[in-house]
Each structure stands twice: as structure tokens, then as C-alpha cells.
T-cell receptor
């Protein structure tokens, strides 16, 4: 089965950089996703990593180390609107649905 | 991109009544859809996989007689919460796989409150 862990809450200041970590243990590996979810809304796709290394996309970057079972999401130049939950997720063994981590609630303070 | 809709977005019902939530793929066909439940400040937990033309597959611990799933067509899946209780109050989200590998489209969610 899959087991995913993330910090529950984080706080950062507007304009700063924050790194949200995710560790996982899976019986197979088909890549790792990061989603952003504002309260009361559906998750929105941020990134997908299947190979080791850093993928940069604007203010958001995602890193993966398959050997360590570790990923992080890096948010730069934080804005108030970045206050949300950030979920890492891996596809299940059949590759169709996702197993989600517990989510990290990020609060961006002025 | 592909769009998945849910209806209603919010619903309040009394204990003992049943509530139906619809999930539609608006511009693509989905032979499979997934239903998730999310309690406050918690992550999404898969409840069941809805299969067009066949029975749904339920995750361990999810009562199939309480959470009735019907995948009536290639664009519609419904989740009916029967004999609702306050502990069923939650955020219910559906998703459908896209054409790309591991691609998923999530609906906007339905907030159910049982009084």
C-alpha cells in the first residue's frame, strides 16, 4: 500500500520562500503530484514529478528524490492568496485514482 | 481543459433523509469516476470507484448500502447518502480520469450538512 506524510501546518510571511515536504512509501511508483486546495474548493493541479530533480513552474517548483521517497514543493515570493492546503498525492497501483497525503495548511501572513 | 461539475454545491438536510449528489463530466466521457470524502482540516479519502454499466467498488470501511452510487451514463455518476446522520456531514468531491496518463479532473465539491 501507500503511506504519505506531510507537516500539518506551516506559516510564512508574504514575499518569503517556503518549502513543503512530503515523504512517501509506496509498493510501486508512478510519480508524485502536488495539488493546491483552498477551503471549500476542489484541489487544483500544481505539478507532477516522475523523474528525480527539480521542476520549475513560475513561482512554484517541485522536487523529487525517488531513492529517498521524498518530494518538496517550493513556493517563492509568497502572496496572501497562496494561503491554502497543499496536498501531495500518488497514483494507486492501478494508476487511476490517487492516494492523498494529509495535506499541509499554509498560512501566509502580511 | 476538461471540466467536471457537481450539483448541488451545498446542501443541508435533516437526519434520516437521503441526499443525492450528481457528478458530471461536461466535455468528455468518463467510464470511471471517483468519489472522495473530506472532513474539516483533513485530506481527501477515497470512498468508492464508480463504473459505468457495472457496480461501484467501495473502499474498506465504506458502507455500500449507505452510500449508493449509480453511474447511469458516460457523463454522469450519482452518490446518494441514505438515512443521513450528522456524522455524514462532510465535503464530497468527485473526480474523473482524463486522457493523459494519471490525469485527473476534480469536481468543485459538495458541502453536505446534516442537522
Amino acid at each position: 500500500g501507500q503511506n504519505i506524510d506531510q507537516p500539518t501546518e506551516m506559516t510564512a510571511t508574504e514575499g518569503a520562500i517556503v518549502q513543503i515536504n512530503c515523504t512517501y512509501q509506496t509498493s510501486g511508483f508512478n510519480g508524485l503530484f502536488w495539488y493546491q486546495q483552498h477551503a471549500g474548493e476542489a484541489p487544483t493541479f500544481l505539478s507532477y514529478n516522475v523523474l528525480d530533480g527539480l521542476e520549475e513552474k513560475g513561482r512554484f517548483s517541485s522536487f523529487l528524490s525517488r531513492s529517498k521517497g521524498y518530494s518538496y514543493l517550493l513556493l517563492k515570493e509568497l502572496q496572501m492568496k497562496d494561503s491554502a492546503s497543499y496536498l501531495c498525492a500518488v497514483p494507486d497501483n492501478y494508476g487511476q485514482n490517487f492516494v492523498f497525503g494529509p495535506g499541509t495548511r499554509l498560512s501566509v501572513l502580511p | 481543459g476538461a471540466v467536471v461539475s457537481q450539483h448541488p454545491s451545498r446542501v443541508i438536510c435533516k437526519s434520516g433523509t437521503s441526499v443525492k449528489i450528481e457528478c458530471r463530466s461536461l466535455d468528455f466521457q468518463a467510464t470511471t469516476m471517483f468519489w472522495y470524502r473530506q472532513f474539516p482540516k483533513k485530506s481527501l479519502m477515497l470512498m468508492a470507484t464508480s463504473n459505468e454499466g457495472s457496480k461501484a467498488t467501495y473502499e474498506q470501511g465504506v458502507e455500500k448500502d449507505k452510500f449508493l452510487i449509480n453511474h447511469a451514463s458516460l457523463t454522469l455518476s450519482t452518490l446518494t447518502v441514505t438515512s443521513a446522520h450528522p456524522e455524514d456531514s462532510s465535503f464530497y468531491i468527485c473526480s474523473a480520469p482524463g486522457t493523459g496518463e494519471y490525469e485527473q479532473y476534480f469536481g468543485p465539491g459538495t458541502r453536505l450538512t446534516v442537522t
